[in-house]
């Protein structure tokens, strides 16, 4: 099976997905002077989360409002994947609590990201975006934001062939 490895060298020196600033919602921008302290809050937001082997629903939704805080649609469709009927497995199904704790216990980088990001059996609505996410914030020595410009960056740098997560 491929391996998706994350370099820690796209991690900056404070644990921080590179290129997530501006992106949530304790990065306003603000002048120089205020960021260091907008990072300090954001650094404490994201260390909550790091090393959990489970997250609650609580813990996915606020997540989910710092992804896709000014993107209301995207908001309301990853916050269908954590609701309370998808939540829990049925049938035989795993749910999105389940596919959480899955994905935060496997050893393979690639695995952990389809458990939910795959469109066939993954978390509805994550997709590839809020997947990371919650692996980057539970992970960060592993992991980090692989949102549409981070995996850009990657095919453009050669270190990632052109290919849909999801493709086989």
Not at 119 to 148: E, Q
Request: charged share 25%; hydrophobic share 40%.
């Amino acid at each position: 099976m491929a391996r998706l490895r994350f370099q820690p060298s796209l991690w900056s020196e404070v644990g921080r997905p590179r290129g997530a600033h501006g992106a949530g919602p304790f990065w306003p921008s603000a002048p120089a002077e205020d960021a260091a302290a907008a990072r300090e809050k954001e650094d404490r937001f994201f260390a909550r989360s790091a090393g959990l082997a489970a997250l609650d629903r609580d813990q996915v939704a606020e997540l989910i409002e710092w992804k896709f805080q000014s993107m209301h649609h995207r908001k309301a469709l990853a916050m269908k994947g954590a609701s309370p009927e998808r939540r829990d497995g049925r049938d035989g199904v795993p749910g999105a609590a389940d596919l959480i704790q899955k994905a935060l216990t496997t050893s393979d980088d690639y695995e952990a990201l389809a458990t939910m990001a795959n469109s066939a059996g993954g978390i509805y609505r994550f997709g590839l975006a809020m997947s990371s996410l919650i692996l980057a914030a539970c992970r960060p020595d592993r992991f980090t934001v692989a949102d549409s410009r981070a995996l850009s960056t990657l095919r453009a740098l050669g270190r990632m062939r052109p290919a849909r997560l999801d493709s086989g």
